[in-house]
């Protein structure tokens, strides 16, 4: 169906290596080359990726190095970047000049849940896409989605020229009732999509497992965790292209392994997968993926993903309580900071109650 997409996993750009609070480029650089070298050619970006950074990572170490054919490069309208309908079309050209291309080759809706929905409506954005794919600036009209399946069935209805559908699927999000991954997966096969996944390792939930967790997988081989989740994700049938936003090129060079070749999980992993599920359930994690979309939107600064990152190794039992609550003291901006004008809550894909957690930190 996209017959230049080369292989079934994708460079997600939105957890690039950093130094002293910038993209380290030359190491992205690297990581590049290491991936464009070994048969693939998938690139995912958005324009409020670390800040802006990562489009400009794009330009700098991707469309800059490679001519226009050796890659395919995914971008996304994000309804937190517009007001107005008047604002729509700048913002495109804006990402495709910071980006140094001339069209995407995937563009999509990004992160639509009802309410996104209805502003992307009211600004007539999907109009704009699809004049856009006319005038060849867009090669396929996508959308990633952050709701309920009867929210997804309804849209795919009403916008039936939506190819693609990225949707967060791991093995621990299988059957949750916020996420609903294999119900959204139903809907989007039954309305004949394919399917790019985000967060097959859940921000990274899914690398460093409680032991018990651990022990399913290491029953199966020398592979470590994080290869079964990678391989989870892709062994969908209608999967076509698997994420992982890798911070590093040890990251990037464990996964290319993992993913070429690419064998699909058989029923034994996916019995571990099973298990591992149940296991790391029961450590009452804050379900955060790190996308830092809350960064965008908060007006004080609050390092919500941090403290909820410094929260889960506590609910993991890796850190004391006391440990805990030093580390969570040692922030500039704390938790307590917090003025709940719950900004983040409207933005946050995986609907976590952000404040309520949040006083619940600042207790500590
Ligand atoms: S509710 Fe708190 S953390 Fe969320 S955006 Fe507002 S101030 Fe920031
Ligand atoms: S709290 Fe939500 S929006 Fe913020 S980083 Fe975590 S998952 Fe993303």
Redesign the pocket.
Known sequence: MFENVKRNFGFGCMRLPMVDGEVDLAQVNRMVDTFIEAGFNYFDTAHGYIEGKSEKAVKACLTSRYSRDRYILANKLSDWFFKTEEEVLPLFEQQLEICGVEYFDFYLFHALNRNSYQKHKNCNTFEIVNRLKAEGKVKHIALSFHDTADILDMILTEQPQVEVVQLQINYLDYDDPAVQSKKCYDVAAKHGKKVIVMEPVKGGALVNLPPEAEKEFAALGDAAPVSYALRYAASYPEVFMVLSGMGNMEMMESNIKTMHPFVPLNEQELAATDKAREIIRQYNQIP????????EVCPKNVP??DL?AVYNEYALARTTKKETAEKLASFEVKASDCISCGK?EG????S?K?REKLQNLAKM
Do not use: E, G, L, M
Not at 288 to 295: F, V
Not at 347 to 350: A, D, F, R
């Open positions: 955060c993926t790190k996308c830092r979309y809350c960064a919500i993903a909820f983040c933005i946050c894909p995986q976590i952000i």
